[in-house]
């Protein structure tokens, strides 16, 4: 059953660093998401993506963060300099296109670790 | 309370039982899914029941939406070790658009 997959599985960097987290979503899906969960907390959107663009973003997604589809298959969060609160779990996520089924897939999370 | 909110916040049954888990919303929406997350890991997909669907059924789960409360239930029939997770509902206002999560139930399976 295709899946959503992210790498890497845990990365730990330190404050003020750049990070990439990657994602392959599923490959016939158009629709890609970004979200985060802090530890005990409720998981949180960051960004939408589709047609090769920004379709929403939350208040949490500012300026320190963009999101790219590199290629065909790769779809990418950026963190330019990160802060303690940055610490994470990020979680992919994609759909097909809305009118065959429309539910959202999860990869299995990078946990951001920031020091 | 918050959009997608779930009640209990835990809930702790014997292998076997049935365990019921609610959600409430605030907005209009589109479509309302539930995943589960086993600790720390990712977000499984379980069901989603679109805003025109009173009841729908997935093996031992069977979810219910009522528009008219803005709630939703998650019945899981019959629950194994294996059960053992955290629920979450989340809603989307239209097809395809991000989703407002919940803030979960614990569910523990006593063997």
């Known amino acids: 059953e295709p899946e959503v997959t992210q790498t890497p599985s845990h990365q730990v960097t330190q404050m003020g660093q750049e990070v990439i987290l990657r994602c392959v979503p599923i490959s016939n899906h158009l629709y890609f998401y970004w979200y985060r969960q802090i530890l005990g907390q409720k998981v949180e959107f960051l960004v939408s993506f589709y047609n090769n663009e920004i379709s929403e973003k939350s208040e949490i997604f500012d300026d320190q963060f963009s999101v790219e589809r590199p290629d065909g298959s790769n779809f990418t969060l950026k963190i330019r300099s990160t802060k303690l609160e940055d610490s994470a779990m990020y979680f992919c996520?994609?759909?097909?296109?809305?009118?065959?089924?429309?539910?959202?897939?999860f990869g299995p999370g990078t946990r951001l670790t920031v020091t | 309370s918050q959009q997608g909110e779930e009640d209990p916040q835990a809930l702790s049954i014997q292998e076997g039982e049935n365990a019921t888990m609610n959600c409430s919303y605030k907005?209009?929406?589109?479509?309302l899914q539930w995943y589960r997350q086993n600790s720390g890991r990712g977000l499984v997909h379980l069901i989603l029941i679109r805003s025109n669907e009173r009841e729908k059924h997935s093996g031992r789960l069977r979810v219910t939406l009522d528009t008219s409360k803005k709630s939703s239930s998650l019945l899981i029939t019959a629950s194994r070790a294996a059960d053992t997770a955290s629920y979450f509902c989340?809603?989307?206002?239209?097809?395809?658009?991000?989703?407002?999560f919940g803030t979960g139930t614990r569910l523990t399976i006593i063997p």
């Open positions: 989340a809603t989307s206002r239209w097809r395809n658009e991000k989703l407002t």
């Open positions: 996520a994609s759909s097909e296109e809305a009118g065959v089924s429309y539910e959202q897939y």
């Open positions: 907005t209009s929406i589109n479509n």
